[in-house]
């Protein structure tokens, strides 16, 4: 049976996948793209109305300008459309909810098996492109209670914490907007941190004089210094504070401590992972890896960051640095980074 085969594969459906895809078109590359779940997915999850830090032109992708009705920074909503559009504009083929469950090396390409709707494929790329991102999954506390149905891992709608007692585990960018947005909506909002104090350089300048006065009013109870140890289903969350134990109301509790990477794919492939963060080993003037021939790009060269300094706005150099690569041209050169990245 004739297995479909491409010059390149590009791994990834988020903003630099989607970038690199209309590069190689552009370049005349014939390529084969894929993702494990729709376009975009990382940023589907955000909240409704979530805006970036980051202002409009520094996420615009493809040369193609970003433009709000009311000139603020961009929605949730209106990146998703931006990049559906750029799909329909540029008529990238995009093959969703296919994910690659494997990679494996030939003797003059690769092959790599996909999966969708139980029925594996095969296909063959002389080059993969892994833009994988680098929130794949959240982190997890590992405590008794943690799966209860009153419990998530994601901030979603407002709404659904109306009058009710919310604790939110985390101190950083998105507990603080998740807090400062439930308690908005009516919520009785709790912050459990683990440190002894929130670090202004991990929140968006507006949100930090907002969430301290909200605290000092004591509107939003915090609770520093403090490990959720346990969450139990009558509604009660078991914090540790200097070895000793409290126990607080919360009808809901969301874990806003963070995400992962996902390296499997680089570890099939073979590539060196850096620990802790699994920070992938590559060439920053081709963004070729230590496995020749297979290229990372996007937040994916982070791994799980623990301070986020790679983002979408410092990665469009990534499509230009691969395709010099794949055409043998020079690699451009580095674009100037700004003193301190919006995002």
Partial sequence: MDIASAEVAIIGAGPVGIEIAVAL???????????????????????????????????????????????????????????????????LKIQTYEPVINIHREPTDFRLTTRRGGIEKNYRARKIILATGGTERPRRLNIPGEDLPNVSHYFQDPHTYFQQDLLIVGGRNSAVEAALRCHYAGAR????????????????????????GLIKSGKIRSHLSTTVKEIRPGGGVVLEE??????????????????????????????????PSQT?????????????????????????????????????????????????????PSPSVPERPES
């Fill in 189 to 212: 909002v709790a912050l459990s941190y683990r440190r002894p104090q929130f670090d202004s350089n991990s929140i968006k300048y507006w949100l930090w004089p907002e969430i301290n």
């Fill in 25 to 91: 078109k552009k370049a005349g590359f014939d390529y084969l793209h894929f993702d494990a779940r729709q376009l975009g997915y990382t940023i589907s999850w955000f909240a409704p109305q979530t805006r970036f830090f980051s202002s409009n032109e520094r996420i615009a992708i493809a040369g193609v300008p970003l433009f709000t009705p009311d000139q603020t920074k961009c929605t949730r909503e209106q990146y998703l459309a931006y990049l559906r559009s750029i799909v329909i504009q540029f008529d």
């Fill in 242 to 275: 200097d070895g000793r134990t409290n126990e607080i109301p919360a009808d809901f509790v969301l874990l806003l401590i963070g995400y992962e990477s996902d390296m499997t794919l680089c570890k099939l492939a073979g590539i060196d992972l850096k620990p």
């Fill in 280 to 332: 992938p080993l590559f060439d920053p003037a081709t963004m070729e890896t230590n496995v020749p021939g297979i290229y990372v790009a996007g937040t994916a060269i982070g791994g799980t960051q623990e301070r986020y300094q790679i983002f979408i706005e410092n990665c469009h150099v990534h499509a230009d640095r691969i395709v010099a690569s794949l055409t043998g041209a020079k690699p451009p």
